[in-house]
């Protein structure tokens, strides 16, 4: 039985359910509570996570988002079961993090990770055209690298207790979330008064859509950026007919739901349409997903199955969400104020941090090439 459920997960139907999966779930955690086109956003739930631990101090992003809890629990049942679970590590963690920290900085430019863009996509918001094109462009330079060589080394075999850490964190948050621990007036956990942060799901119900794509994602490799990845290096569409399945079927839901806008770039839910940064933002975010092997969807599910490395690039992604809104580099939504319409965008501070990160980026991929043999 696991032999035929394994070939499924891996063909092209396999995939197909996946991205179906997760289109339909997210359409329903946003009727269930979740903020506007954020029905799920790891880099928006992450940044979170980040305020509810007191990481920042922006009061309307705080709140221990059991999703996230659910995409690495939901990863280890899969692991468990199929007998995938690998504790392993070493593969530059250093390098990771700092590619975590910057893959935060650049989708928060852009106010969302890869599956919102395609979430956002499917309830008519156009920015996530331009965000998913810069996304792409982020993605071929990244190949550019690999192609030339770029390897971040081999991860080794290492202690099982090593794989535990990070579904044993989730554990934690989760508890703290459920028992509702304050340990103060003025200290964590915090908790969103207002805006996306005060906008969600039962947690329970939250959990459980976690758990399903969790598990679904670990057992078919769902990867945005991998689905790009393959197209550009090999011609190969089987894990982008996954994207194709969620956008679909994200946008089918929102018609029924009520929750399909209007096809235009202002005035979206949380998003702007300062096209150059949203085109910046995403290209930023590509090409760290690309040059760390995995969007931020999949470094959850290979941390879930015991990857320390992708672990190490997870807590990069919380620690940038930390640095990207103490240090004012988050974008800020469009608005109309007494009846003129502003178009949001990033600060000064964040155009240079985006620059930067692309710099720094080059440079990773300049310098860590192997030697290619003559």
């Known amino acids: 039985m696991s032999e035929k459920l394994t070939r499924f997960f891996a063909s092209r139907p396999g995939i197909i359910l996946a991205g179906a999966a997760i289109g339909v779930l997210a359409s329903l955690l946003q009727y269930a509570g979740n903020p506007k086109n954020m029905g799920i956003c790891v880099a928006c739930f992450e940044r979170d996570i980040a305020g509810a631990l007191g990481l920042h101090r922006a009061g309307a992003v705080q709140y221990a988002r059991p999703e996230i809890v659910g995409f690495v629990l939901g990863a280890t049942i899969a692991a468990l079961l199929f007998r995938e679970f690998k504790a392993r590590a070493g593969s530059a963690p250093i390098v990771r993090f700092v590619l975590g920290v910057f893959a935060m900085i650049g989708a928060l430019a852009f106010l969302g990770c890869p599956w919102r863009a395609l979430l956002r996509l499917s309830a008519g918001d156009l920015n996530a055209v331009v965000g998913l094109i810069g996304l792409a462009a982020g993605i071929f330079i990244g190949v550019q690298f690999l192609k030339a060589g770029y390897n971040l080394g081999r991860s080794h075999n290492t202690y099982v207790a090593v794989g535990w850490i990070m579904p044993v964190m989730m554990v934690g948050l989760l508890l703290l979330l459920v028992l509702q621990v304050r340990v103060s007036d003025t200290g964590a956990l915090f908790f969103s008064e207002s805006g996306p942060g005060s906008q969600h799901a039962f947690w329970l119900i939250s959990l459980g859509a976690g758990l399903l794509i969790g598990f679904l994602a670990q057992r078919t490799r769902f990867c945005t950026m991998g689905s790009i990845r393959d197209v ?143």
């Open 232 to 374: 550009l290096l090999m011609g190969d569409t089987h894990l982008i007919s996954g994207l194709g399945a969620l956008v679909v079927a994200a946008a089918i839901t929102n018609l029924v739901l009520g929750q399909f806008g209007a096809l235009a770039f202002f005035g979206q839910p949380v998003a702007h349409s300062s096209h150059l940064w949203n085109f910046l933002g995403m290209a930023l975010a590509g090409l760290d997903f690309a040059l760390a092997g995995g969007c931020p969807g999949r470094q959850l599910f290979l941390a879930g199955e015991g990857d320390g490395d992708a672990a190490v690039f997870v807590l990069g992604m919380i620690t940038g969400a930390g640095l990207a809104h103490n240090f004012a580099l988050a974008g800020s939504p469009d608005t109309v104020v007494e009846g003129v319409r502003k178009v949001g965008g990033i600060s000064p501070y964040g155009m240079v941090a985006v620059v930067l990160g692309l710099v720094v980026c080059v440079l990773i991929g300049f310098t860590m090439r192997q030697k290619m043999e003559v």
